[in-house]
């Protein structure tokens, strides 16, 4: 009987594994589990969403990329950006924080984001995502961080509303409200909090500061009972797995445009903890496989009432630091949060909300990273103006409007980039002229790289009678390239020049092949297997010896 053999990409990380890291995997998701599974419920709070959404978004994403996602050390949950860009689309969408249709839609968006990322799987998109521009990233990043920052402030005053979803500004004017009834045991407990995951971090990075001062806040209510001082506590966590449910249909189209910026991020965030975690005798991360693998892990979570996922570096980072050698680490981070889920419920209850706000205020601090502006500035000028404006506007409009113009102005920049025509002067033979697209021609570039041609036709200065161009990097070949080969030819033909094409891949001949035009060059003998043997070919009659010039490109003789 022939055993079934598992599929490529079905927990992949587990390829080449060896039993004797089963130990060093199960202790590396446990020291994973003691940060994200408290972070991850701090950050259900940014979005005002109970903080079991958090413990959830801990188990089934998690869960289900451990068995589809190719990063072996990798932790997918939820993150602050994503968190605060899930909070801003939920207020946007007129969701009312804590009511009754605050989960359905919260399940209605996370599964939009996940069929969003399935459908750039599905077209093949992984590296046309990964073109946003870091600037645009760090932009964004430096917004998330100043907005959540500002909006935990009257949590940390002893306040109990969060104004992150609000914006920087409403939350600024929140927090001047807050100062006018300020709780001093509750300021003491913030700042204390705040210390000693700053301390932990400085001097024992390996100890999970969050986890610390989880169980430092909850002996504080239950063996002090600062909570009879004002301190306000969490609301009652149930004991108990997320159940299945149907999300709620009647804020979609208010929810698409923030479910396609949450999508965009946690790709990238995703992409970017993937590969920064790879070491180099693993295999490449595949970018539309992390697509497929992100985009399943939301769209299963989305039944279970869980917040967008993707992949966080602080507990990726704990992780690969702790040994993980592949998604085994994370399946034993889901069993840990199951366990909390399971019998931890009435513990937690006991958690004071400025300690849960104080980790979300340790967490965003870091992502506003002025020196690495200050530093682009010196470098970039443009990728700092672009970071700043996008920062800027995430502060003022708001987080949404940034995302969207960050992308935008990253394709543009993509597409100025990708247009500029270049072309090499390969060789040269009397009359004939030789030379080689480097970029292939596509709807808007075509144009313009005509135009250099007939520049360089012209500024020759013997007449030419041939041009063979080649045309190696044209994979794809559409009718607007045709039209625009065909044009290049008449134009041509007014100078006296005839057109010659050389080294066109198979796959773009073979569309080609179906217009008159084409079929009537190579029946005239004008279509080469290279620039060479086109110069050859079109200098025979002159009785010439082509001059071809060194490194060219790759083109067989």
Not at 172 to 177: F, H, I, N, P, S
């Amino acid at each position: 009987m022939t055993a079934t053999r598992r599929p490529s990409w079905l927990f992949s990380s587990v390829d080449g594994y060896q039993r004797k890291w089963i130990v060093r995997d199960v202790i590396a998701g446990l020291s994973a589990g003691a940060v994200v599974i408290p972070q991850a419920m701090a950050y259900a709070t940014i979005a005002n969403l109970p903080v079991q959404v958090g413990l959830y978004t801990c188990i089934v994403p998690m869960i289900v990329y451990a068995f589809l996602g190719g990063s072996r050390a990798m932790s997918v949950s939820t993150t602050s950006t994503i968190a605060t860009l899930t909070a801003t689309t939920l207020v946007s969408a007129g969701v009312a924080a804590g009511s009754d249709d605050a989960i359905g839609s919260l399940m209605m968006l996370t599964l939009l984001v996940g069929v969003i990322l399935l459908i750039a799987r599905f077209c093949r998109l992984g590296s046309l995502v990964e073109n946003i521009s870091g600037a645009t990233v760090l932009g964004l990043k430096i917004g998330v961080g100043a907005t959540v920052a500002v909006g935990q402030l009257p949590k940390l005053l002893g306040e109990s509303d969060d104004f992150s979803g609000h914006g920087f500004l409403k939350s600024l004017g929140a927090v001047a409200q807050a100062f006018g009834s300020a709780n001093w045991p509750t300021i003491a407990l913030s700042a204390g909090s705040i210390v000693v995951m700053l301390v932990l971090k400085r001097f024992a990075p390996r100890v999970p500061g969050t986890l610390v001062v989880v169980v430092g806040g909850i002996l504080l209510v239950w063996l002090a009972g600062i909570d009879r001082l004002g301190v306000d506590l969490i609301a009652t966590v149930p004991s108990g797995l997320p159940v299945p449910g149907i999300p709620d249909f009647a804020q979609i189209a208010a929810l698409i445009p923030g479910a396609l910026a949450i999508a965009v991020m946690a790709f990238l965030e995703s992409a970017a903890v993937a590969r920064s975690l790879r070491a180099a005798t693993e295999p490449q991360i595949d970018s539309n496989q992390e697509l497929f693998a992100t985009g399943a892990a939301n769209t299963v979570g989305a039944f279970f009432g869980t917040m967008p996922a993707a992949g966080g570096f602080s507990q990726s980072a704990v992780n690969q630091s702790a040994g993980a050698r592949s998604q085994l680490a994370t399946v034993a981070t889901v069993v840990l949060a199951v366990l909390v889920a399971l019998f931890l419920g009435p513990v937690l209850s006991l958690l004071p909300e400025a300690t849960l706000a104080a980790m979300v205020f340790v967490a965003v601090a870091g992502l506003i990273n002025i020196p690495e502006l200050v530093r682009w500035a010196r470098i970039s000028p443009v990728d700092f103006w672009i970071a700043l404006s996008v920062a800027i506007l995430g502060l003022t409009a708001g987080l949404l409007p940034a995302v969207a113009v960050g992308v935008v102005v990253t394709l543009i920049l993509v597409l100025r980039e990708v247009n500029v025509p270049k072309v090499t002067v390969v060789g040269r033979l009397g009359g004939v002229l030789g030379i080689h697209l480097d970029r292939g021609l596509y709807t808007a570039n075509a144009m313009a790289n005509e135009r250099l041609i007939l520049e360089m036709v012209g500024a020759e200065s013997e007449p030419v009678h041939a041009l063979v161009l080649g045309l190696k990097q044209q994979e794809v070949m559409t009718i607007t390239v045709l039209e625009a080969l065909e044009n290049l030819d008449r134009e041509l033909a007014q100078l006296g020049t005839v057109l010659h094409l050389a080294r066109l891949p198979e796959a773009a001949a073979g569309v080609a092949r179906r217009t008159p035009w084409f079929a009537g060059l190579e029946s005239a003998g004008r279509v080469h297997d290279s620039v060479r043997d086109g110069i050859a070919a079109a200098g025979a009659t002159t009785g010439s010896t082509a001059r071809v010039h060194p490194g060219e490109v790759g083109d067989a003789p």
